[in-house]
């Protein structure tokens, strides 16, 4: 089954202007997560989308085939939808991989493919991470600090997710049964969920919770989750100027999940 990946990248964020050109440690961000998803084995084309032409001609700069969608998408997952009618790519399935995300594992991506070819069922495959422990009470401590940020997924066991929610979920009264696991913002879409996904309209659960996934289960849609490790890698992406120097100490500690290709 043929798979490409699209990187949703805005010129015009409201938080972060300009945000897919900023420099991590020497790289831009968006060179960074075109670099994790051309090492993917299992997908045959990668697409820059964006609504800025400064972004087209920096990404073809450096190698990136990229593609102008218009200012009127609302979320990413249209702005992929888009990119795929304008460049004219067909493809079985469809990352979505956002601008931001530079410190996703490649390993992360391949199990959202795998996932996707192994299970004719599902519309949709979205990775989560399992929590205990410390990663646990550091989850529930940056809850208390900030309500709004992190998300959590339940799902059956087939792994078809229940719900996700800014809330902790489950609520846990006895230990030892469920596991918390927080849910990771990347999504593949066979190609007949993407385009029915983006003709379908907003949901009460999707505008209270602000989580775009939920438009899907809300519609009958089937949403996999692919439980991933990332072996020891941080979690993370890039929301406002702050978290640049955060983000550099991660990879200056961590390694580079990439290494730049040779000439």
């Not at 700069?61 to 790519?89: I, Y």
């Not at 379908?200 to 089937?222: F, N, S």
């Amino acid at each position: 089954m043929k798979t490409a990946i699209v990187i949703p990248a805005r010129y015009g964020s409201a938080r972060f202007p300009g945000k897919p050109l900023h420099p991590v440690l020497g790289v831009s961000m968006l060179e960074r997560v075109w670099r994790i998803a051309t090492s993917i084995d299992n997908a045959a084309e990668v697409l820059v989308a964006t609504e800025d032409r400064r972004i087209v001609d920096f990404a073809e700069g450096f190698g990136a085939r990229a593609v102008m969608t218009s200012e009127s998408c609302a979320n990413g997952t249209e702005r992929t939808a888009e990119a795929l009618k304008v460049a004219g790519v067909s493809a079985e399935i469809i990352v979505n991989l956002q601008g931001d995300a530079l410190l996703t594992p490649p390993w992360v991506l391949d199990a959202m493919i795998d996932d996707m070819r192994g299970d004719p069922g599902a519309d949709i495959v979205t990775p989560a991470v399992r929590l205990d422990g410390r990663a646990l009470e550091e989850f529930l401590e940056m809850k208390e600090m900030t309500p709004a940020s992190g998300t959590s997924v339940v799902f059956d066991n087939r792994r078809r997710a229940l719900y996700f929610s800014k809330r902790v979920i489950p609520f846990i009264r006895k230990t030892g049964h469920a596991t918390v696991h927080r849910h990771i913002g990347l999504y593949a879409f066979r190609a007949e969920s993407l385009d029915r996904y983006v003709r379908l309209p907003q949901t009460p659960l999707e505008i209270t919770e602000g989580l775009e996934q939920l438009r899907a289960l809300e519609h009958g849609m089937t949403i996999k989750v692919a439980v991933v490790d990332y072996r020891g890698r941080s979690h993370g992406s890039v929301d406002s100027p702050e978290d640049v120097a955060f983000v550099e100490r991660l990879i200056a500690r961590e390694g580079e999940l990439v290494e730049p290709r040779r000439a």
